[in-house]
């Protein structure tokens, strides 16, 4: 089991900044990709960002490609996502996940965490 605690997110103006973490816990060595995920109102979940655990490469999806960033810290155990010039349409809960060695999908979720972007 992986237990991943999520914290940050909030409100901020359009062109603000926020970073997001996700501390795990658990069986943490058993992780082969984190990523973000966000779902705006009425839309589908879609992936943000994610990260090798191990090689530590990176994926950011193109809609926020030159805006937000992930990261992790090996102390810590945390992944984070930074988020620069927020805009409007990357109002959502977003959440952090976990893809298991040997799994093909991300089977550990973390709480959520609202972020609005005011225009």
């Known amino acids: 089991q992986v237990q991943l605690v999520q914290s940050g997110g909030g409100l901020v103006q359009a062109g603000g900044s926020l970073r997001l973490s996700c501390t795990t816990s658990?069986?943490?060595?058993?992780?082969?990709?984190m990523g973000w995920f966000r779902q705006a109102p009425g839309k589908g979940r879609e992936v943000v960002a994610a990260i090798n655990w191990s090689t530590r490469s990176t994926y950011v999806a193109d809609s926020t490609k030159g805006r937000f960033t992930i990261s992790r810290d090996n102390v810590e155990n945390t992944v984070y996502l930074q988020m620069n010039n927020l805009k409007p349409e990357d109002t959502a809960v977003y959440y952090c996940a976990a893809q298991p060695r040997g799994s093909s999908r991300y089977e550990y979720w973390g709480q959520g965490t609202q972020v609005t972007v005011s225009s």
């Open positions: 658990g069986r943490a060595f058993s992780v082969l990709l």
